[in-house]
């Protein structure tokens, strides 16, 4: 399955570029949206009609909306039923079985599984949210109502950031869509940041998830207290250089077709507050849920009361989207009472020690991402925390430390600007050194994972 995998990748992508580059102008855009349709349903060709469902009754909602701007109960009416629409195809796949589950719990009945929601559709979380922008903000008047089907249809199953992002807004590529200019310098750099990106993610996030995978192989009543730590590290760097390195990827395919994705991570682990590492932790979901929950709720406009509860439906509804599992929505709330003890005061306290900021920062991410890893079993959580402050003796630490530690400070040091800091300080040298440098990632990563059977991809069902 790998093996098969690989080798679609390594046809698709030259042949997709190859015709695209090729292609004149106006086909442009339906050489990505044959590709994008051809990539998405290698594997996943049972839900494709879902797909073509969600494109046409959103890009026939646009036009109603458009053509009925002034009849704005109508408009609304139309709004309203394109995003149950949306919305409901999400809950079917991603949250019925999780509602079953939990009904049958709290009433002792059977009810059975959904066998056709128990494979999740490739990418849906992401796609789902990106199509809702464009519905209401061609309802609110940010953005035209595009009459192309085309183009509506390539911005919905983009290929190169379909399956996890970043979410990209109708509004960021709109004019991208209908013209865009494709230069030498933006191929380059574009390779250049997915050559980086799959470094990321294959060399370092695979490496080190490995650490994680075998302590909860283990058992973590098992292991030690520093064992325990050790995984912890070890999950919250392979999550970010997971879902980071698939960011970088989808962004530089983006820029090598002539678009411009943004930004989706800056540093987080460099944050002095929770507050900053939210500004810097997957910057298009926190914009998402801005823009289109916690401001239509009301923002702080309607006291703090109103408030308070705003940023408690935007923060359980963060974690609800993550997965259906009930960890995900403690880990919301969990970042909720973060940010509200923040906002009394302790923003204040943080930015006077920047030492004891960062620590804290780094501790409760750390934390967070504790309650993020283990599903399905609060028992299995309780045992992990309990582990992490039980101070329980052992010494197969050394063991786990010895085998990975070099990916370990890898992990570290790249998870903060180093590479920033060392090209701004000597670009010439950078700009020597890049292409060898860039070549030996490419084909250590492709080593890898012609290799390996350990590929996990954690973003990958969200």
């Known amino acids: ?34 590709a994008s349709l051809v990539f998405y349903s290698w594997g996943e060709i049972r839900f494709f009609p879902v797909m073509i469902a969600v494109i046409l009754v959103n890009y026939f909602a646009g036009l109603a909306i458009g053509r009925w701007k002034r009849n704005r109960a109508l408009s609304r009416a139309v709004l309203l039923l394109s995003l149950v629409f949306s919305i409901a195809w999400l809950v079917f796949f991603k949250y019925s079985n999780f ?3 939990n009904w049958n719990t709290l009433t002792g009945m059977a009810v059975p599984y959904i066998e056709a929601a128990r494979t999740l559709p490739l990418g849906i979380s992401f796609y789902t949210f990106q199509i809702m922008t464009y519905t209401v903000d061609v309802y609110a008047g940010k953005v035209e109502t595009e009459r192309n089907i085309i183009n509506f249809g390539t911005f919905v199953v983009l290929f190169p950031q379909l399956i996890a992002g970043p979410i990209v807004k109708y509004s960021d590529i709109s004019r991208e869509l209908h013209s865009r200019k494709i230069t030498l310098g933006a191929v380059q750099d574009g390779i250049g940041l997915f050559i980086l990106g799959l470094g990321s993610k294959v060399l370092l996030a695979n490496s080190i998830g490995a650490l994680w995978s075998d302590v909860a192989a283990v058992g973590f009543a098992n292991v030690s207290t520093a064992s325990a730590w ?28 002539g678009f411009t994705f943004p930004q989706n991570f800056n540093y987080p682990y460099i944050s002095r507050s929770v507050t900053e590492f939210w500004r810097r932790w997957h910057m298009t979901l926190s914009g998402w849920f801005r823009d289109y929950v916690y401001i239509p709720l009301g923002g702080s406009r309607r006291g703090p009361a ?20 009930w960890n995900f929505v403690l880990w919301g709330l969990y970042y909720f009472v973060l940010l509200m003890i923040e906002r ?7 930015d006077r020690h920047p030492l004891i900021s960062h620590a804290y920062s780094l501790l409760a991410v750390m934390l967070g991402w504790g309650l993020f890893a283990i599903e399905g079993s609060f028992g299995a959580l309780g045992v992990f925390f309990g582990k992490l402050f039980s101070l329980t003796g052992g010494n197969e630490w050394m063991f786990y430390l010895r085998n990975y530690a070099v990916v370990l400070a890898l992990g570290i040091l790249f998870s903060m600007p180093v590479l920033n800091r060392i090209r701004d300080r000597h670009p010439k040298v950078c700009r020597a050194l890049a292409l060898p440098f860039l070549g030996l990632i490419l084909v250590l990563s492709v080593a890898y994972l012609v290799d390996s059977t350990y590929n996990p991809f954690l973003y990958w069902n969200f």
């Not at 093996?3 to 390594?10: P, R, T, Y």
């Open 1 to 34: 399955m790998v093996f098969s995998s690989l080798l679609f990748l390594f046809c698709f992508l030259p042949v997709t570029f190859a015709v695209y580059y090729i292609a004149p102008v106006r086909l442009k855009n339906a050489v990505l949206l044959v």
């Open 306 to 325: 109103r408030n308070v509860l705003n940023l408690l439906v935007v923060w359980a509804l963060t974690g609800l989207w993550h997965g259906a599992s």
């Open 230 to 257: 050790l995984a912890l590290i070890a999950f919250t760097l392979q999550i970010y250089f997971d879902f980071s390195g698939y960011s970088l990827m989808a962004i530089g395919m983006g820029k090598a077709l």
């Open 344 to 350: 009394m005061g302790l923003r204040v306290f943080l």
């Open 99 to 101: 509602l079953i589950d």
